[in-house]
């Protein structure tokens, strides 16, 4: 029998990305050939791992077109991320959806033509939203949820980009709400979908599960107790999908003791400069070592404090796993890394999952949660002091830690698509 | 002349720090010989600056050497490391790498003053004269008129990187293709070992570190071939800066080996005369290197292909 070749396609944003290549590196070694669908924006980023990529088309604009588009997102949306969950449902999350609709409407025929071409076993989708191409590519498809579990909705989960919890008395205001925001892009969604000859889905819903496997990224100690248990075999909880990084070796710095701490807005996070300068100023009244990552915007920054180093990309489970507090946006994949090394988290979110992982944190006790706005200096400085000395949270983490680490994520994941597929082969 | 022989020194005291690393990274210990030849083959430099170097960690107690035996570590690679190590290096030396460091971590502006560092530093002007002029001699600083000093183009930021990568694109096959490229056979045999040493490494075992080291040594040495002084010269300047310059950039495994083939791939091809062969293999090589991490990305916005990393 020849292996099986199991396309991947997360969606164009680092979380998702690195998660399928924890994935994939499973996937390879128990004998399977795991390949890539990707945007053009992420040529290399696999192949630097040692997998096969296929590209989406790249789009017709030109590199200042796109630039020119990414600075009207910067200078329109830099101030939404201040706004509260409920807010940002008009101003961030309505046109969002809008463009994640335009995205599935614009990848379909080169999707198509890409999964005729690599013929796939599977295909494992890692998004928020269906490409029909998948639906009916005549494969089966696997659904990882890289989000919170919030993606997935029950009574007893908070609704999806709420920041609330379960039992907030606003809780049906925002459900309504954010139907009503996503009410033009669904309906548009729909119309595409019947199009495709696929079925349209329930309003507020853009991916339906997968029949065969849906993989959630969502460790036990962050895990809501829902009303109606998800079925077993078709619903995996994972504890966590590691990939495999190479060793960072830590700098010296100028002022070099201290507890390390990590900071890490994710991609997008580091468009606001002015947020992280700001913090950097409090970093340097700390009696501790600050690992910053400021993406595409280090020439941003001078005068960097003596305690403080700035780096455009760090290879994250490496420096987490040496880290005594991460500082995060509440992207899934980072508060899943903290918690598989045993690191407290501060959180604060700008928009999306973020928010539900930032309550999530601070009901489970595995983090705080900070507004990005508002904060004074001393509030600042008195969060990272309280988190870094807190023998009870280092306690806690550790055995979570523990506990996550002896249930291998990336290696449950393999072998459950795998199992999945060769149920379906022998069927 | 005395700008050569702080030059000298200073490859000395690198080598002197490079013996040590090798010592660290082979499991070495306490009371285990170090011998020449192979330290002049994991080096990729003749014997007579190892000698020199080991010269220098003798004096500073880092090893022994016994007559007609010759060096044996007197303490462990890792103790020198934490400790010894920091006696090696003289004042203006460790004081024109921290100014250095300073600057690629963006701590220090782009023009300074000598007072500014004398302040900084705690060091005499005298001291911070002396660090400048070694900064001068590769290229990093220049004086300005007056008393102030620039800062030149560094490797300290994704963009340089991509302006680095793109200025090598253009020479790097030049520099082989160009008539009367001759490569140094010795050189490149004892680069050849050390790479294949490296690629015989577990997973995860080569440090970015000591895969930067070799990369710069290698693409000096194919500079150093070439049959045109300009391209010898500009290149050489360029890949000394890197070496000085350039930050460890955290490549996966899987890429930092796939390099090393595609080293020794135009190895291969420059031994066997192919040199069209290998310029077209460094054109690979190089653009493999620019491997592309997206500006920024999220859900509905499309990644963008800025930002060079390699």
């Not at chain 1, 088309?57 to 969950?85: G, K, R, V, Y």
Request: a neutral charge; charged letters at 20%; glycine letters at 6%.
């Amino acid at each position: 029998m020849t292996a099986p070749v199991i396309a991947l396609f997360p969606e164009a944003s680092f979380g998702a990305a690195l998660n399928c290549v924890g994935i994939a590196q499973q996937l390879k070694r128990s004998g399977a050939v795991p390949v890539f669908l990707c945007h053009a924006g992420f040529t290399g980023v696999f192949a630097e791992y040692g997998f096969k990529e296929y590209h989406l088309p790249a789009s017709a604009q030109s590199s200042q077109q796109a630039e020119e588009n990414w600075q009207a997102f910067i200078s329109t949306h830099l101030d939404h991320f201040n706004q509260s969950p409920m807010a940002q449902l008009q101003s961030y999350v309505a046109p969002t959806w809008e463009a994640i609709v335009d995205t599935a409407i614009q990848a379909e025929a080169g999707l198509e033509k890409l999964i005729k071409r690599i013929k796939p076993d599977a295909i494992i989708l890692d998004n928020v939203i269906m490409f029909p191409a998948i639906a009916n590519a005549g494969v089966p498809w696997i659904r990882v949820v890289s989000c919170a579990e919030t993606e997935i909705p029950d009574a007893n989960v908070p609704p999806y980009l709420s920041g609330m919890r379960p039992d907030d008395p606003e809780r049906q205001i925002f459900e309504a709400a954010y139907l009503d925001a996503t009410a033009a892009a669904h309906k548009r969604y729909n119309r595409f979908r019947h199009s495709r000859g696929l079925a349209p889905l329930p309003d507020g819903q853009f991916l339906e599960v997968s029949k065969h496997l849906n993989l959630l990224l969502a460790p036990s100690a962050i895990r809501h107790e829902r009303r109606r248990p998800l079925p077993e075999g078709q619903f995996v909880f994972l504890e966590g999908c590691v990939r495999e990084e190479t060793r960072f070796e830590l700098p010296t710095l100028p002022v070099n003791d201290g507890p390390l701490v990590y900071l890490s807005f994710g991609s997008l996070g580091a468009i606001d400069t002015g947020l992280i300068g700001r913090m950097i100023d409090v970093f340097a009244t700390i009696r501790a070592r600050f690992f910053v990552n400021v993406g595409g915007f280090l020439e941003s920054y001078q005068n960097v404090p003596d305690n403080v180093y700035l780096g455009s990309w760090f290879p994250q489970p490496s420096i987490v796993k040496q880290a005594d507090l991460f500082i995060h946006h509440g992207g899934n994949n980072s508060f899943c890394e903290a918690l598989y090394y045993g690191v407290p988290s501060l959180i604060m979110p700008y928009c999306w999952d973020g928010h539900d992982n930032a309550s999530r944190a601070a009901a489970t006790k595995t983090g705080e949660h900070l507004g990005r706005a508002g904060w004074a200096p001393e509030q600042l400085g008195n969060k990272i002091r309280e988190l870094i000395i807190c023998e009870e949270m280092q306690i806690r983490m550790k055995r979570i830690s523990s506990q996550m680490m002896s249930q291998s994520g990336t290696a449950k994941a393999a072998s459950s698509i795998l199992r999945t597929f060769s149920m379906l082969d022998s069927a | 002349m005395l700008k050569t022989r702080s030059n000298t020194r200073q490859n000395h005291l690198k080598l002197a720090r490079q013996i040590v690393d090798y010592a660290l990274e082979n499991g070495l210990g306490e009371g285990d010989h170090l011998p020449e030849m192979i330290l002049s083959n994991a080096c990729g430099v003749s014997r007579t600056p190892i000698r020199s170097a080991l010269k220098i960690l003798e004096i500073n107690n880092i090893v022994i050497r016994r007559e007609e035996e010759g060096y044996f570590l007197k303490i462990h690679p890792e103790v020198a490391v934490s400790g010894g190590m920091a006696q090696l290096e003289d004042v203006e030396d460790s004081l024109a790498n921290r100014i250095l460091k300073d600057r690629a971590e963006r701590r220090i502006a782009d023009v300074q003053s000598v007072s500014a560092l004398v302040r900084r530093y705690e060091e005499p002007r005298s001291s911070v004269l002396n660090a400048l002029k070694i900064l001068s001699a590769d290229g990093i600083v220049a004086q300005l008129p007056g008393r102030a000093w620039a800062f030149q183009p560094i490797l300290d930021t994704p963009n340089a990187l991509r302006d680095s990568l793109s200025f090598r694109l253009i020479l790097e096959p030049q520099a082989i293709s160009a008539p009367g490229f001759a490569m140094d056979s010795q050189k490149a045999g004892m680069m050849r070992q050390q790479m294949e040493e490296m690629l015989a490494r577990h997973e995860d075992e080569i440090s970015n570190t000591a895969f930067l080291r070799l990369d710069c040594a290698f693409h000096s040495l194919i500079a150093e071939g070439s049959g045109n002084r300009f391209i010898r010269g500009a290149l050489l300047a360029h890949h000394r800066l890197r070496s000085t310059t350039q930050e460890d950039q955290s490549i996966p495994d899987f890429r930092l080996r796939q390099a090393l083939e595609e080293h020794l791939d135009i190895f291969d091809s420059l031994e066997r005369s192919q040199h069209q062969l290998a310029a077209d293999q460094m054109v690979l090589h190089l653009r493999r290197s620019q491997i592309r991490r997206p500006q920024a990305a999220n859900r509905g916005i499309r990644p963008l292909s800025q930002g060079t990393i390699g």
